[in-house]
């Protein structure tokens, strides 16, 4: 297991290696580490049986905010560590995983599915 200090510095890596124009919408996006999802959190994902959940996008996608849309505390992206190295086992795999999981709670942030997030293969 990854100290957690190791594992949020692969986070800060994915999110930096994302392009510089993506990296200008996310603002009021806090993006947080945490070792196991919460009961809560796995009621906010609506998480069927059988499956994990890796990281969790909490707010209103940019496809969706008006101009009324001000004074909101950040959305939250929450990066779970416990679940990503129980299934991934090797440092590269646990990079590749996290990138991954980044990736796709940042397409929910701009407002894709878990459908459309699936087909671009993540």
Do not use: C
Request: glycine share 8%; charged share 25%; no cysteine.
């Amino acid at each position: 297991m990854l100290s957690s200090e190791d594992f949020e510095a692969l986070v800060v890596e994915a999110v930096a290696s994302m392009p510089e124009q993506i990296l200008g919408y996310l603002r009021n996006v806090a993006i947080t580490v945490e070792l196991w999802p919460t009961p809560a959190h796995l009621a906010r994902s609506r998480v069927g049986p059988g499956y994990t959940l890796f990281g969790l996008y909490e707010g209103i996608p940019l496809i969706r905010r008006d101009s009324g849309y001000n004074l909101v505390p950040p959305d939250r992206i929450t990066i779970f560590q416990g679940p990503i190295e129980q299934v991934f086992r090797t440092p590269d795999a646990i990079r590749e995983q996290v990138r991954k999981t980044v990736l796709h709670e940042i397409a929910h942030h701009f407002g894709f599915d878990e459908r459309e997030i699936r087909d671009l293969g993540y």
